[in-house]
């Protein structure tokens, strides 16, 4: 499923591509390649599982939450 959702991001990206040429593409297509860029990497999805792992460590910590 993570492929096809990359693809669309991919095509979606070469798209603005090739309908602005090569020098607006820096400027009007980065969001485009931001997504894709993720949707390939996970970075975003990466930080909030470190992010929800360390509330999880803060809370056990603090006796507010016991592991199943």
């Given amino acids: 499923l993570a492929g096809a ?13 090739h309908g602005l040429g090569q020098t607006c593409t820096c400027c009007e297509c980065q969001l485009k390649y931001e997504d894709f860029m993720e949707c390939v990497k996970l970075t975003n999805l990466a ?22």
């Avoid at 959702?5 to 591509?17: I, K, N």
């Fill in 47 to 68: 930080q909030r599982l470190r992010v929800i792992l360390e509330q999880r460590d803060r809370m056990i910590k603090q006796g507010k939450y016991t592991p199943p």
């Fill in 5 to 17: 959702a990359d693809h669309t991001f991919e095509r979606e990206w070469v798209e603005c591509r």
